[in-house]
C-alpha cells in the first residue's frame, strides 16, 4: 500500500541553524500539507501547497518557514533559523486532491532545538 | 475557525472492555478523520468519514454530519490499543483541525 514517509526520523540541530525536513508524498498525490505538533498538544496545521505554490498557510507558518517540491517526488520544510519552539513532531501528508478528500500522513519527523 | 471537542480527555479500560469516544464540532465539515497516535509519536489512519458509519475490525466510527458529531467505537480493546486518538475535521479549505484527543490507557 503506498504511503508517505519522511526523512529523517529524528533531527536534532542547535538554535539559530538552518534545517530541511523532507518528505516523498503518495506518488498520484497532487496536494502536499505540513503539520506540526508541540510535545503534548494537540496537531495543528502549518500549510497546504498545490501546483507548486502555497493554497493555505496559518498563522505559526511566518518568514522563517518555505516549502518546496524541488522534484517530482520531494515535498521540503525549511526552517531558515531554528529557535527553541520550533522543537516538534512535524507530520507531511498528502492527499489525492483537495478537501473533502482523505489525507495521508507520514510518519513524522521529531525536530529538538537545542 | 471551526472548534473540536473530544470526550472524554483520559479513558482507562481493562483489557477486553467496550468504550466510545466523542468529537464534537461546531460547523459544518466536508472531511472527518480520525487517528491513532501510537507511542512512537506517528499518527495512525483509523477512518475517513465524513458521514455514515464504517467499520474496521474491532474499531468503527459513525459520523452524524447534521448533529456535528462522530463517534469511535473500541471493541474488546487490547493494550495495543493504547494511545491518543485524534478526531479532525476540514471545511473545504485545504487544513484538518484537530481535536486535543483521548488519552487511551489499556490495562491487562
Known amino acids: 500500500e503506498p504511503e508517505v514517509t519522511q526523512t529523517p526520523s529524528h533531527q536534532v540541530t542547535q538554535m539559530g541553524q538552518e534545517v530541511i525536513l523532507r518528505c516523498v508524498p503518495i506518488s498520484n498525490h497532487l496536494y502536499f500539507y505540513w503539520y506540526r505538533q508541540i510535545l503534548g498538544q494537540k496537531v495543528e496545521f502549518l500549510v497546504s501547497?498545490?501546483?507548486?505554490?502555497?493554497?493555505?498557510k496559518s498563522e505559526i507558518f511566518d518568514d522563517q518557514f518555505s516549502v518546496e517540491r524541488p522534484d517530482g517526488s520531494n515535498f521540503t520544510l525549511k526552517i531558515r533559523s531554528t529557535k527553541l519552539e520550533d522543537s516538534a513532531m512535524y507530520f507531511c501528508?498528502?492527499?489525492?486532491?483537495?478537501?473533502?478528500?482523505?489525507?495521508?500522513f507520514g510518519p513524522g519527523t521529531r525536530l529538538t532545538v537545542t | 475557525g471551526i472548534q473540536v471537542e473530544q470526550s472524554p480527555p483520559d479513558l482507562i479500560l481493562q483489557e477486553g472492555a467496550n468504550s466510545t469516544l466523542r468529537c464534537n464540532f461546531s460547523d459544518s465539515v466536508n472531511n472527518l478523520q480520525w487517528f491513532h497516535q501510537n507511542p512512537w509519536g506517528q499518527l495512525i489512519n483509523l477512518f475517513y468519514i465524513p458521514s455514515g458509519t464504517k467499520q474496521n475490525g474491532r474499531l468503527s466510527a459513525t459520523t452524524v454530519a447534521t448533529e456535528r458529531y462522530s463517534l469511535l467505537y473500541i471493541s474488546s480493546s487490547q493494550t495495543t490499543d493504547s494511545g491518543v486518538y485524534f478526531c479532525a475535521v476540514e471545511r473545504a479549505d485545504y487544513k484538518l483541525s484537530f481535536g486535543a484527543g483521548t488519552t487511551v490507557t489499556v490495562r491487562a
Open positions: 501528508a498528502s492527499s489525492a486532491l483537495a478537501g473533502p478528500y482523505e489525507q495521508y
Open positions: 501547497f498545490y501546483n507548486n505554490e502555497i493554497s493555505e
